[in-house]
């Protein structure tokens, strides 16, 4: 189920406009459901860029050449022919991407 949560927001946003500024506070107090779908919707983008990660770092593989780990993605080649190709530039792993998403520590 996927919840809007701007519209959510709104929603609940445009109900209270309609209420007393005394009910109003009463229910600001205790904004559980409001805070509940902001946490659904944090928990959705977190989930999103986890994901995005795992992508970045399936196409960022090392590839052993020359006994060093090379990226494979960063690292490019060139055709010499039909089924045959050279190296042209060699960038190490980790590279500059996959530091980029490391943890800092």
Same mark, same amino acid.
């Given at each position: %189920?996927?919840?809007?949560?701007? $519209?959510?927001? /709104?929603? @609940?946003? /445009?109900? #209270?406009?309609? &209420?007393?500024?005394?009910?109003?506070?009463?229910?600001?107090? $205790?904004?559980?459901?409001? &805070? *509940?779908?902001?946490?659904?919707? %944090?928990?959705? #983008? /977190?989930?999103?860029?986890?994901?995005? @990660?795992?992508?970045? *770092?399936?196409?960022?593989?090392? !590839?052993?050449?020359? $006994?060093?780990?090379?990226?494979?993605?960063?690292?490019? #080649? #060139?055709?010499? $022919?039909?089924?045959?190709?050279?190296?042209?530039?060699? @960038?190490?792993?980790?590279?500059?991407? @996959?530091?980029? !998403?490391?943890?800092?520590?």
């Amino acid at each position: %189920m996927t919840i809007d949560p701007a $519209g959510e927001v /709104a929603r @609940i946003e /445009a109900e #209270r406009a309609k &209420l007393p500024a005394d009910e109003r506070l009463r229910l600001e107090a $205790g904004d559980a459901p409001l &805070l *509940r779908i902001q946490l659904l919707h %944090m928990l959705e #983008r /977190a989930k999103k860029a986890e994901a995005a @990660i795992r992508r970045v *770092r399936a196409l960022h593989q090392p !590839i052993h050449h020359m $006994g060093k780990p090379w990226c494979t993605e960063c690292s490019h #080649r #060139r055709s010499t $022919g039909p089924k045959t190709y050279e190296w042209v530039a060699y @960038i190490p792993h980790p590279c500059p991407t @996959i530091d980029a !998403i490391e943890e800092t520590q």
